[in-house]
């Protein structure tokens, strides 16, 4: 098949949208497909990126990290036309979604959509007010709607993501297809312990110490403030238990002043941004990976950081229902109380249960293959209904140009 993807965020971005993009062109080309994906510039991005076509870009309002391109560039939709696409696959309601739309209706191509974000958990970035934040997750759920309504199939990583766009009246067929993970790239026999330990006098962290370890968009609705709040207590009596922060965004200043009203400066560490291809070291560094979050649709972060063989002491969360088994490879919490117990049986438990082996265990069929096979398996389905259509229409008006000669 040949087989074009519009996204507004791909590699070298670093998050889950993009990876999954990435992942699944080069996986899809693996396996024998044509696959061209159509983006927005992106500041560090390759000189030469093979069948990637990108679209002058500014940063996103509601999301400043992410970047919006333009809707229609006619050079480029004539190149679209010439390259015999059997499907359309779009990874956003916005920029290049819309482009992608209208690409399917005039080469009456069948489209399918992945709804990768929950938009109603971002909505406190443009209101502060909660009667305005009501009525903009109610326009959250009608846009959903209609862009998933408006499409031949939608793809989704969960059943918590299928049963959101249920509630909100989604008629079309979903399909649920967790994104892969390359299990390999983060595979902690790639890193020796001379590595980790060099990475950790980087940020002054002694070898004895126990690191939890956040990993992703430093922002609001990652609930990383609810882990910060439990800090002192925590750290009052584990002396030895760092805290390290990886990734930016609109959260970081507020995060930062958190830690120094706490005196906690030292105990818990901002990385910053770090390069893709040093994710891997980040992970092997730490001892527990720690969300607050209950915005994920998929939670990749804590699947890569099971398949670097950390357990995970997270928010519950119905997304981590096929992946974190409490007492096994992790714990979830509600409160307070449910996190600093999770922490102490992960960190200090005298146990045997071996949460980090157990925990690359779980995620081994979440490869990035398997993502690959499912997709394409949604795209068969998708082109034998798309096919089945235009007969049907084709025999419709074969009898009506009939009827009109009578």
């Known amino acids: 098949m040949n087989i074009a993807l519009f996204t507004d965020t791909y590699y070298p971005e670093i998050n889950g949208v993009a990876n999954s993009v990435y992942i ?8 024998g497909h044509t696959v061209y994906v159509f983006t927005t510039t992106t500041p560090g991005s390759p000189e030469y990126e093979h069948n990637v076509f990108r679209v002058p870009s500014i940063p996103f309002a509601l999301i400043t990290e992410r970047r919006v391109g333009i809707f229609y560039l006619p050079k480029l939709a004539s190149i679209i036309k010439k390259l015999d696409l059997d499907l359309i696959h779009t990874h956003t309601e916005f920029s290049l979604g819309i482009f992608g739309r209208i690409m399917a209706r005039e080469l009456r191509l069948p489209m399918v959509h992945t709804y990768h974000t929950i938009y109603e958990d971002y909505t406190h970035y443009l209101t502060h007010f909660k009667t305005l934040d009501k009525r903009a997750k109610a326009f959250a759920r009608v846009f959903t709607k209609v862009c998933c309504n408006t499409v031949e199939q939608v793809i989704v990583p969960t059943q918590k993501v299928k049963d959101l766009l249920l509630t909100y009246s989604v ?4 399909s649920i297809v967790p994104t892969g993970v390359n299990l390999k790239k983060f595979n902690p026999a790639l890193y020796s312990k001379e590595d980790v330990l060099r990475l950790k006098k980087q940020y002054d962290i002694q070898e004895q110490d126990k690191i939890m370890l956040y990993l992703g968009r430093v922002s609001k609705e990652k609930n990383i403030s609810e882990i910060i709040e439990s800090m002192p207590e925590y750290m009052s009596k584990r002396e030895n238990v760092k805290f390290v922060i990886v990734g930016n965004g609109p959260e970081m200043e507020t995060l930062k002043q958190m ?4 005196n906690l400066g030292g105990k818990i560490l901002f990385t910053g941004a770090q390069p893709w291809d040093n994710i891997g070291l980040f992970y092997r560094m ?5 969300s607050g979050s209950t915005s994920e649709t998929q939670g990749l972060t804590y699947i890569e950081a099971m398949a670097a063989g950390l357990p995970i002491v997270a928010r519950r969360d119905r997304c981590l229902d096929d992946i974190l088994v409490p007492g096994w490879n992790g714990y979830d919490f509600t409160d307070r109380k449910g996190l600093l117990e999770g922490l102490d049986s992960v960190l200090f438990g005298e146990s045997d249960i071996a949460y980090g082996e157990n925990a690359r265990k779980n995620v081994q069929k979440l490869s990035t293959e398997a993502f690959a096979r499912n997709v394409e398996k949604v795209y068969e389905e998708v082109m034998k209904r798309d096919a089945i259509s235009k007969k049907r229409e084709e025999y419709e008006s074969r009898k009506i140009r009939r009827l009109s000669r009578r």
């Open 171 to 174: 008629h079309k067929e979903i």
């Open 259 to 262: 830690v120094a009203e706490r």
């Open 24 to 31: 699944l062109k080069n996986e899809l080309e693996q396996i």
């Open 286 to 290: 730490g001892d527990v990976f720690v």
